[in-house]
Each structure stands twice: as C-alpha cells, then as structure tokens.
C-alpha cells in the first residue's frame, strides 16, 4: 500500500538516469531489482549501482531483462543512438522531466525523409494527445508517465 508518491527525479538523460528513475517509478530497490536479475554475493547491488550512477552500461541481454522487471518498454531504457529516429523520439520524452512543458515545432520542417519525418509527426501528435490530457488532468502524473515508459513508437 502507498501513503506518499514522490516523484521520481530524473539526473540528466543518460542510460543509468532513465534506469534509475523507473526503478523509483515502480517503488523499487536496488537489491530488488538485482535479486530479480539473479545476482548473488556480497555486493549484487554494486551492479545496479554502477548501472544508475553511468559507471558501466547493461549489456543489451541485461538491459532486455531490466525492461521486463521494471515493466517498461526496451527502447525507454536502451543505449541509444542518436542516428536511430527512434532513439531521438525517447529522448523527446526523456528530456521534459528535465525541461517541463518544453514543445516541439517542426510545421516548418521539410519532409526531407518523408519516411523518418512522418514517423516524427506522428509520434509528435500521439505525444500531444496525452501531454494534453496530462495537463487538463484527464489523467494523472503517474497515468501520464505509465504511458511514457511502456509507449512503443510505430
């Protein structure tokens, strides 16, 4: 049962930051999430701690398993690759726990790569719908954030 949500804070946008506040997001701790990895000894959670401070990223395999224990889609807490459209449209997301309500215009952008930009403005779009019912509080913050780590991008 909880009697006080604190919200999770995002450090910066790194790997480790965004694996770390979905830890906190679903009440988590480190030793949890390491026991459920299946780390044993003294210091299991020394890994998970290196995970979240950017000391050492989870291979992809562990990364897979992180997703699953945390309940968060792949791609909200993978390495990414900023040549990967995909990536970038996390990183949108990502970045408004640290610059809240920050917008996005690309109305004057050309369809250079109609593929890639679609891909964009309909991401965009989708992520407007539940920014809009986050702030009219059609939903709530965690409804909003639920949202954000299990999206999967199309």
């Not at 040549?83 to 990183?91: E, Q, R, V």
């Not at 890639?116 to 989708?126: A, D, G, M, P």
Request: glycine content about 2%; hydrophobic content about 30%.
């Amino acid at each position: 049962m909880r009697l006080l949500y604190t919200k999770p804070e995002l450090e910066d946008l790194s790997q480790g930051s965004r694996i770390a506040f979905a830890r906190k997001f679903r009440f988590m701790t480190q030793d949890e999430v390491s026991d459920k990895l299946g780390l044993t000894g003294e210091c299991k959670r020394r890994t998970m701690t290196r995970y979240e401070k950017g000391d050492r990223n989870p291979k992809d395999e562990r990364t897979l398993e992180l997703s699953k224990i945390l309940n968060v889609n792949y791609n909200a807490i993978k390495k990414y690759d900023f040549k990967n459209t995909i990536d970038i449209l996390y990183t949108f997301m990502w970045l408004e726990e640290l610059i809240p309500r920050y917008k996005i215009d690309l109305s004057n952008v050309p369809n250079v790569n109609e593929n890639n930009i679609n891909q964009v403005k309909t991401f965009i779009n989708e992520w407007e719908i539940m920014r809009n019912k986050r702030f009219k509080r059609e939903i709530s913050y965690e409804e909003y954030i639920e949202w954000k780590l299990t999206y999967e991008v199309n």
